[in-house]
């Protein structure tokens, strides 16, 4: 499975972005996927996630209400929409994905998902 990530760019902080994942070489439809991401000497972390039909999804804390994560199955892409931009929400974005689906214990570690994309950087200006 390839995961292509896109989308990214530079926006002053209360802007907005819609980032994209790509994906290709497996059955998407059936995946969870994900996004993370990680800030220049910080550990990569969730942002937010999305089982196979959209009925179940999450989110980090501080991204709620701002970033919403939907997902078109038939164009085998999945997205994410990111409002009111902030400084701290800079970070290279990475879309992942997981041929599972979950209930409540939810894949908040990198560990979960099989697949990644290569990163997109995202750059929020005070």
């Known amino acids: 499975v390839q995961l292509q990530a896109s989308g990214g760019g530079l926006v002053h902080a209360g802007g907005s972005l819609r980032l994209s994942c790509a994906a290709s070489?497996?059955?998407?439809?059936?995946?969870?996927m994900g996004w993370f991401r990680q800030a220049p000497g910080k550990e990569r972390e969730f942002v937010t996630g999305?089982?196979?039909?959209?009925?179940?999804?999450y989110y980090a804390d501080s991204v709620k209400g701002r970033f919403t994560i939907s997902r078109d199955n038939a164009e085998n892409t999945v997205y994410l929409q990111m409002s009111s931009l902030k400084p701290e929400d800079t970070a290279v974005y990475y879309c992942?994905?997981?041929?599972?689906?979950?209930?409540?214990?939810?894949?908040?570690?990198?560990?979960?998902?099989?697949?990644w994309g290569q990163g997109t950087q995202v750059t929020v200006s005070s």
């Open positions: 992942a994905a997981v041929d599972k689906t979950y209930g409540s214990n939810w894949p908040y570690e990198e560990l979960d998902y099989s697949y």
């Open positions: 070489g497996g059955t998407f439809s059936t995946y969870t």
């Open positions: 999305m089982i196979w039909n959209g009925r179940r999804l």
